[in-house]
């Protein structure tokens, strides 16, 4: 069975970094563009960061540059989300997916098969 597993989500305070972690397994990784998402409550799930397949191209949600990254390590199947300089408004629920190539759009949540349980971030003001 396919299963991603998020992990490293919890309370931290305006300006703190944290780092998310997604164990894959159940699937050839490496052929997979990996992808982040949150949700925040009463709110549409939100495009974070993508990395493709190949780890040479990224994808990252405008309000996110220079304060996110995304990177994946291949050999430990998993992929991870660097997250810096939080806000308030980062709070939501981060989850990670799975996208076959050629399978949609990397920003949409339509491109992705498969599903972590997700996270949850809360920053305090």
């Known amino acids: 069975q396919v299963q991603l597993v998020e992990s490293g989500g919890g309370l931290v305070q305006a300006g703190d970094s944290l780092r998310l972690s997604c164990a894959a397994s159940g699937l050839t990784f490496s052929s997979y563009t990996m992808g982040w998402f949150r949700q925040a409550p009463g709110k549409e799930r939100e495009f974070v960061v993508a990395?493709?397949?190949?780890?040479?191209?990224?994808y990252y949600a405008d309000s996110m540059k220079g304060r996110f990254t995304i990177a994946r390590d291949n050999a430990k199947s998993t992929v991870y989300l660097q997250m810096n300089s939080l806000k308030f408004e980062d709070t939501a629920v981060y989850y990670c997916?799975?996208?076959?190539?050629?399978?949609?759009?990397?920003?949409?949540?339509?491109?992705?098969?498969?599903w972590g349980q997700g996270t949850q971030v809360t920053v305090s003001s």
């Open positions: 997916a799975a996208a076959q190539p050629y399978s949609g759009s990397a920003y949409s949540t339509l491109a992705y098969r498969y």
């Open positions: 990395i493709r397949w190949s780890g040479s191209t990224t």
